[in-house]
């Protein structure tokens, strides 16, 4: 009886602080204490969420805001995950591609966003590059130490076994490479939603981005504030993925798996 | 040091193997017979293996001591095919070494992401998962197929590793300090095991350890190794299973370790074999 108590009380600390902190919001609000001016009361923002909700515009810009993010993943995560194999896997590679990559790497992606934007102009591509600039290098650095740090012994091992080409990658390299690899995705999903963002609000028609920056001209705080919290939501559920795709591959490890003692 | 005398040229290593004196079950293929002539391996300036010649006649366990650093493990690493040698040759009749042959490390290298059926069956194409419970099965690990490794005491992992190896059926066994980390008493067991699968697998084994009782124990012959030479070469033929501590072994334990400190007269007195502390080289790793 006392234990199930002690787990409903651990269930419901961690949204004590955020219930009071919105509470003290609505009391302020309303007494007109804070000022619409600056910060739109919580029931505004929900109302605010109801009506862009109806007329399907909410739907619209989060679909366009998710599909941009994604697309510049798969790409960027794609490319770094290739080029961090090749590094990882061959000395030539690593020759190769290694140094101009650290260089590159070196560069904060966002200072290209006015070059970008003579290039690409303002439209879809320019936003998509960005994201991929973003996302591809720590899943190309994460790959690379991965594969580097996998335990020489167990490869050794495995080429006695008689494992090789195909079979040596995919039971030996790339699941020891796996949870570094993971580690490298969940910098590139921060990174993902911190470029779209700056990139939407600086330039786009369309998406949560332009969503705030549209509502900002008008002074709609509340739509503000919502598109501020519906990133957040993102960012929130692209952590959750990360941990969920953690949890299932990495059931192995004795850090990640169900009863860990932390 | 003087020149090994007496003991080595008594036992003659050429000489045709003797019966054994226990019934064993035979083995589809048998063990593999090879032998190492003149073998060599430097690592840059370093001479590890110097001229090494040993014959291993089928189904012999040669077990092989010596001080760290002596070379043990790049003897074995060289007849697995892990290193190549600098000049001799290795000569198994025409057999292919590398596919007959499987080597156990210290460590028990299992994958920590495959689960302990899954690494056993590690190499293995088509249908392998009845064996492999047949090979677990025989480690007496069967009820733990599913779990990870990381699930396992260290005794148990080498019992999987074990069974990794001998699921392909090799010829020739390497066992390179497979109990070193292990305790005391898991320690017999994983050796009165390894003895029970050699009986009725019939495979050749060679096993590198630092604990001289348990060369002894195991060993058709003990070889003793130091300097990049064969400084020993001692055949027991006591019945199994052998007494620990009992007087034969005890003697045969007492010329082993003379060999192993570098033969001198005043150290034999100095380490009575019969103490299980004298009997271990290097200690426990
Ligand atoms: N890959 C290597 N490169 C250079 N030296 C090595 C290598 N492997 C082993 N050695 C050297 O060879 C000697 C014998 O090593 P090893 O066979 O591991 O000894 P043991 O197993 O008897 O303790 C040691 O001096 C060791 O430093
Ligand atoms: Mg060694």
């Known amino acids: 009886m006392t234990h199930w108590r002690t787990q409903a009380l651990q269930r419901f600390l961690p949204w004590l602080l955020p219930l009071l902190i919105v509470a003290g919001w609505q009391l302020s609000s309303s007494t007109g204490w804070l000022s619409n001016r600056v910060m739109p009361a919580p029931g505004a923002v929900v109302e605010a969420a109801w009506q862009l909700s109806r007329s399907g515009e909410l739907l619209h810009h989060l679909g366009i805001s998710f599909r941009r993010a994604i697309t510049g993943l798969i790409i960027g995560g794609g490319i770094g995950l290739v080029l961090g194999m090749i590094s990882g896997l061959s000395r030539w590679g690593e020759t190769l591609l290694d140094s101009t990559i650290q260089m590159a790497r070196n560069i904060p992606h966002l200072a290209l966003i006015p070059l970008v934007i003579l290039w690409f102009g303002i439209d879809e591509t320019a936003r998509i590059f960005l994201v991929v600039l973003g996302t591809a290098f720590p899943i190309y650095l994460n790959t690379f130490h991965g594969i580097r740090g996998i335990d020489r012994n167990l490869m050794e091992m495995a080429r006695s076994y008689g494992l090789t080409g195909w079979p040596l990658f995919a039971h030996v390299i790339l699941p020891g490479a796996m949870p570094s690899i993971l580690v490298g995705l969940r910098y590139s999903l921060g990174l993902m939603w911190l470029t779209l963002i700056v990139s939407e609000t600086i330039s786009a028609s369309d998406g949560i981005g332009y969503l705030a920056m549209n509502a900002r001209e008008f002074m709609q705080t509340d739509v503000v504030v919502l598109s501020i919290l519906l990133y957040a939501a993102l960012g929130k559920l692209a952590d959750e993925t990360a941990r969920l795709l953690e949890r299932r591959w990495l059931r192995w490890h004795p850090a990640y798996s169900k009863g860990a003692v932390t | ?285």
């Not at chain 2, 010649?53 to 007849?79: F, M, N, P």
């Not at chain 2, 898991?186 to 050796?191: D, L, V």
């Open chain 2, 1 to 285: 040091m003087s020149t090994p005398t007496n003991v080595a040229s008594l036992y003659d290593v050429a000489s045709p193997r003797t019966a054994t004196t226990n019934a064993r079950r035979a083995h589809p293929t048998g063990g593999l017979g090879l032998s190492l002539e003149g073998i060599t391996k430097t690592f840059g300036a370093h001479q590890v293996l110097n001229h090494i010649d040993l014959d291993i006649s089928a189904g012999q366990i040669v077990s092989i001591v010596g001080r760290s650093g002596c070379g043990k493990s790049t003897l074995l690493r060289l007849i697995a095919g892990l290193e190549t040698h600098n000049a001799g040759r290795i000569d198994t009749n025409g057999h292919p070494l590398a596919e007959q042959t499987r080597l156990m490390f210290q460590d028990d290298r299992l994958l920590p992401w495959k689960s302990v059926i899954n690494n056993i069956g590690l190499g293995l194409v088509g249908d392998w998962k009845a064996r492999a419970r047949d090979a677990l099965a025989e480690v007496g690990l069967l009820e733990h197929a599913d779990k990870w490794p990381a699930q396992l005491s260290g005794g148990q992992k080498q019992r999987v590793a074990l069974a990794r190896a001998l699921i392909h059926q090799p010829r020739l066994l390497l066992l390179d300090e497979p109990l070193g980390a292990l305790d005391a008493l898991t320690r017999i067991e994983m050796q009165q095991l390894i003895e029970r699968l050699w009986r009725e697998h019939g495979f050749t084994m060679v096993l590198v350890t630092h604990d001289v009782a348990e060369a002894v124990q195991l060993g058709d012959r003990v070889i003793v190794l130091s300097s990049g030479r064969i400084e020993l070469d001692q055949r027991i033929d006591l019945p199994r299973p052998r007494r620990h501590a009992s007087p034969d072994v005890g003697a045969i334990e007492t010329t082993v370790l003379q060999h192993v400190l570098g033969r001198n007269e005043h150290d034999a007195t100095v380490f009575p074999a019969s103490t299980p502390a004298a009997t271990s080289i290097e200690g426990r790793a």
